[in-house]
């Protein structure tokens, strides 16, 4: 049985929305030669920036184990994004931070979603648009008692 969109609930039109807006970034960001980039990278990046984290930092944002991230972090360093330096407190450990390509890809990121989100508004309006953000936001804050950082992760 088909549905239209009209038909949709909410969870699955909130789902159908981020995968079309994930889905199109990481095509154009394909186009821009980031093809090895996933949806869990960015989310790895953003926990990265500004002043870089340490594999267990990483591993406890993502939800994911030690030995996952080592290997994440493997590739993306074999690829170019990131590279472990001498963490600044404690020689004896490792940070993580990004790259010069790391950083473009996240610039890249940052200017194909505000194309997206300027489309949408274009669909929608300025105003419905901020309305929308509003609401999102005060659900979002009202419904997650932990720190936001806690539960920003990939939908695996």
């Known amino acids: 049985m088909d549905q239209t969109f009209n038909e949709l609930d909410l969870t699955s039109l909130l789902s159908l929305s981020f995968s079309t807006l994930i889905t199109e970034l990481h095509d154009k960001l394909s186009e821009l ?13 953003k926990r990265i920036l500004p002043n870089g984290a340490t594999g267990i930092e990483l591993a ?5 184990s030690k030995q996952a991230i080592s290997k994440m972090v493997d590739s993306l360093e074999n690829s170019g994004y990131v590279t472990r330096k001498t963490h600044p407190t404690d020689k004896r450990g490792k940070i993580i931070v990004l790259t010069e390509r790391g950083l473009a890809v996240m610039k890249a990121k940052e200017e194909i979603v505000a194309e997206i989100e300027q489309r949408w508004i274009e ?20 419904e997650n008692t932990e720190k936001l950082s806690s539960n920003i992760r990939p939908v695996w």
């Not at 996933?38 to 990046?45: E, N, W, Y």
């Open 123 to 142: 669909n929608i309006g300025t105003e419905r648009m901020q309305m929308l953000k509003e609401d999102l936001t005060t659900f979002v804050t009202k």
């Open 33 to 45: 030669g980031f093809e090895d980039i996933r949806p869990a990278h960015g989310f790895m990046f």
């Open 60 to 64: 406890e944002y993502l939800g994911i």
